[in-house]
């Protein structure tokens, strides 16, 4: 699979765009996404869910995974996340940047940072990314 056939598959609708995530780089030094708070996007006390900010780490690493290593006929999937939230969003944006740290034959591992708008550190998390051979 190729990198415009991702391309391709990501106009469809799938979880990310629920999400309207702006992808603002995809290399595996330095992947980075933002997602705009709006109020679907909050829990109750009025902070960004902290599932979306896992989903969009999720969806970063997975998708730069993917880019790198479909060439090779492999696939991406989240393998296992683990986020630690550290101060609240209520506005603006969340943006997350993600490196990959070890890029190996079935799995990669990502470290990943989330940050509001003042650029304040929200949520560190760490990602593994399992890579398999694509389904024919």
């Known amino acids: 699979m190729a990198a415009d056939e991702i391309a391709e598959r990501e106009k469809q609708p799938h979880f990310a765009r629920l999400l309207q995530i702006e992808w603002l780089a995809d290399q595996p030094n330095g992947a ?73 034959r079935t799995a990669w591992v990502w470290d990943a940072e989330v940050r509001d708008s003042a650029d304040r550190l929200c949520a560190i998390g760490q990602m593994t990314i399992a890579v398999r051979p694509f389904p024919s």
């Open 32 to 104: 980075k996404a933002r997602v705009a708070v709006r109020d679907d996007l909050l829990q109750p006390f009025g902070t960004l869910d902290g599932g979306v900010m896992s989903s969009v780490i999720e969806d970063l690493c997975s998708r730069t995974t993917a880019l790198a290593v479909h060439g090779e006929g492999n696939a991406a999937m989240g393998q296992s996340i683990n986020v630690n939230f550290l101060r609240p969003i209520t506005e603006g944006h969340a943006e997350v940047t993600a490196r990959a740290r070890h890029r190996g």
